[in-house]
């Protein structure tokens, strides 16, 4: 299903207390989160940076979709995402945010790490310092 990431914030609020999440929603998470940081163009590109390079060992991130729109992206995780307690599509964006951290890292030090390490729901991937889960 495709889903835009413009108009959306306020996503990377941190919540009162960690709850289980689809991997779709940890997606939507991840990238709305560091689009409200560096910009939607920039995301992007990083986006299908991290994805090309995490799909050299995680073949089922070749299915996820970007693509440009008038006002930002559109972007389609796999459906198979949306199920909560996925532990394939868990995995599957974890190393989507393994590969990210370190195109983040290299761009701009540890800034984004840190603030997405505040959004409790993407702890999971972050870990509550930032580092990878």
Do not use: C
Not at 13 to 25: G, H, I, Q
């Amino acid at each position: 299903m495709p889903r835009s990431e413009t108009g959306r914030s306020g996503d990377t609020e941190p919540e009162d207390a960690p709850r289980e999440a689809s991997a779709a929603e940890l997606f939507e998470r991840l990238y709305s989160g560091v689009a409200d940081i560096i910009g939607s163009p920039a995301t992007a590109t990083l986006m299908r940076r991290a994805l090309r390079n995490a799909a050299a060992g995680n073949h089922a991130l070749n299915d996820v979709v970007l693509l440009p729109k008038t006002l930002g992206f559109q972007y389609s995780p796999p459906d198979r995402w949306d199920k909560v307690g996925d532990e394939q599509g868990l995995r599957d964006v974890r190393a989507l945010y393994r590969a990210l951290r370190a195109l983040l890292v290299e761009m701009t030090g540890p800034v984004v790490i840190h603030r997405l390490s505040a959004d409790r729901l993407l702890q999971g991937l972050t870990g509550p310092t930032g580092g990878a889960a």
